[in-house]
């Protein structure tokens, strides 16, 4: 063969191989609670979806959306489909804890990186490839304990989920309140379908705490908070940052008034001063959300899903750098080494700076406290 044939072969080969690289696009499965009693946790993020760009680190992106109706075990078929059947590049999901949780060992033995779209409490066996894109549950109940002091809370009780997310937040109260001088009267769970929980709330007003913690999410979230109004409790109510979504204040109408709950900054962004890098992301991206559905309050379960598509654009620019092609293990691998390279995102819910050792990547600056006032998230005076 010829030296001026094999020169021209070569860059043929070379050519097909550019133009192979580049018509691969980087595949990002997202499975979503966007049906069935807890749709309204996970619908924000199917709309935000809606409103992606279409490329992840200057690279062409397909998102492939599914839904798991809040199932852990339809979360499951979700994500083993995800990676046999679709070979994506990364997972995002699921939209509860319990069904975020269910996909760990999916992500881990799959060598794909999982961006877990509620709070879960990753175990350092576990922390390889997944990645926890809300606020720690850590983060947040430490910023409900910190105005529980303010406000000369002595006593408080706590109702929540009998299931992962509620006992995220019961085994993290239940250690910090003690350590600020608060003590914890009572425990009381409940299903999030339960058509009633009166028999718990009548234990806790029993007690007579000062405050009450209910640990749940969305609109299973007003049921407590009603009976406790319903039967006299006029203490104070706290919620998790699960609640700050127009569906709670819809079904809670002027029942959760002066519900007390933290939040990322998105909620308040109007009101962030501007030096905050939080604020201009968080009002570029309510600009898109709001062209595309309309006005009103957007909810920061959309601004989590934001959050992940720009945590992945930073971190598949670098993980195509290397040269390594998406749809491949050595793909996904750079990703995850990417997305734990220490390097700060600028979110709306916070600044995110994963590393191999921390997998959850926010700080302070990821939370603010809100209330209930006039039917609307206000931010409480005392930040």
């Known amino acids: 063969m010829s030296r ?8 043929l080969m070379m050519s097909v191989s550019s133009v192979s690289f580049a018509q691969t696009p980087v595949k990002i499965g997202l499975t979503g609670t966007f049906t069935g009693p807890n749709a309204s946790n996970g619908l924000p993020y199917r709309h935000a979806a809606d409103v992606f760009p279409p490329t992840l680190g200057g690279h062409p992106v397909e998102w492939i959306l599914l839904d798991d109706g809040g199932d852990a075990t339809t979360a499951m078929k979700n994500a083993r489909r995800f990676v046999d059947v679709d070979k994506v590049d990364a997972i995002v999901g699921s939209t509860s804890s ?8 999916i992500a881990n033995g ?3 990186a999982q961006l877990a779209m509620s709070p879960v409490a990753i175990s350092p066996e576990k922390r390889a490839f ?19 002091v303010k406000q000369g809370v002595k006593t408080a009780a706590f109702i929540g989920y009998a299931d992962g997310w509620g006992d995220l937040n019961w085994n993290i109260f239940k250690e910090m309140a003690p350590k600020a001088g608060i003590e914890i009267l009572a425990e009381e769970r409940y299903n999030r379908t339960d058509p009633s929980v009166i028999a718990q709330v009548l234990k806790v ?6 405050a009450v913690f209910i640990g749940a999410s969305t609109t299973p979230a007003v049921l407590p908070h009603a009976t406790l109004r319903d039967q006299g409790y006029d203490g104070l109510v706290y919620q998790t940052h699960g609640t700050v979504a127009q569906a709670f204040l819809d079904a809670g109408g002027k029942a959760v008034e002066g519900a007390r709950m933290p939040t990322g900054p998105m909620v308040a962004a109007n009101e962030l001063p501007d030096s905050n890098p939080i604020k201009q992301v968080s009002l570029d991206f309510v600009k898109k959300y709001q062209a595309k559905w309309g006005d009103g ?12 598509m720009l945590i992945l654009d930073a971190a598949a620019k670098k993980a ?34 994963f590393t191999a050792e921390d997998h959850y990547g926010l700080d302070e600056r990821a939370r603010v406290m809100i209330t209930v006032k006039d039917g609307k998230f206000r931010l409480l005076e005392s930040n």
Do not use: C, H
């Open 320 to 353: 195509l750098a290397t040269g390594a092609k998406p749809g491949t293990e050595d793909f996904r691998v750079a990703l995850r080494d990417a997305l734990q390279s220490g390097d700060e995102v600028v979110g709306t819910n916070g600044v995110y700076r």
């Open 98 to 105: 319990p069904t975020a949780m269910t996909l760990f060992d």
């Open 110 to 112: 799959s060598k794909t």
């Open 297 to 308: 309050p957007v909810s920061p379960f959309a601004g989590y899903a934001w959050d992940a």
């Open 130 to 148: 997944v990645f926890n894109v809300p606020q720690p549950v850590s983060l947040m109940s430490a910023a409900i304990v910190d105005d529980m």
């Open 4 to 11: 001026k044939l094999l020169v021209l072969l070569t860059g």
């Open 205 to 210: 007003i029993a007690q007579d705490p000062d």
